[in-house]
């Protein structure tokens, strides 16, 4: 099992950048294929992107392709969502989700998810 904690979620101008932080407890961190997702209110989980166990294999919705970014860092046990040109439309909860399983695109697909962050991008 696994425990999942963001961090770095706030209040940004349009055009401006954040990263979130999503820190995992447990020795098997690279045991988990690790996705991001976000639900704004009203409104479905949407998927966001993915990071392979090892950090070779990303992919991303096409709402965010070419803004954001994941990466991980297995040694710190800790996943990151860096975002760039920030728009209004990408406020948000943002959570990170793992699982031992492939895992692509859908909420079902993982097991664990932390408590989300909120981001807020003012026009």
């Known amino acids: 099992q696994v425990q999942l904690v963001e961090s770095g979620g706030g209040l940004v101008q349009a055009g401006g950048s954040l990263r979130l932080s999503c820190a995992a407890s447990g020795r098997t961190f690279r045991s988990y294929a690790m996705g991001w997702f976000r639900q704004a209110p009203g409104k479905e989980r949407e998927f966001v992107g993915r990071?392979?166990?090892?950090?070779?294999?990303?992919y991303y919705a096409d709402s965010v392709k070419g803004r954001f970014t994941i990466s991980r860092d297995n040694a710190k046990n800790t996943v990151y969502l860096q975002m760039n040109s920030l728009k209004p439309e990408d406020t948000a909860v943002y959570y990170c989700?793992?699982?031992?399983?492939?895992?692509?695109?859908?909420?079902?697909?993982?097991?664990?998810w932390g408590q989300g962050t909120q981001v807020t991008v003012s026009s």
């Open positions: 990071r392979s166990r090892s950090g070779g294999s990303r």
């Open positions: 989700a793992a699982t031992t399983g492939y895992g692509l695109d859908r909420p079902g697909e993982y097991e664990y």
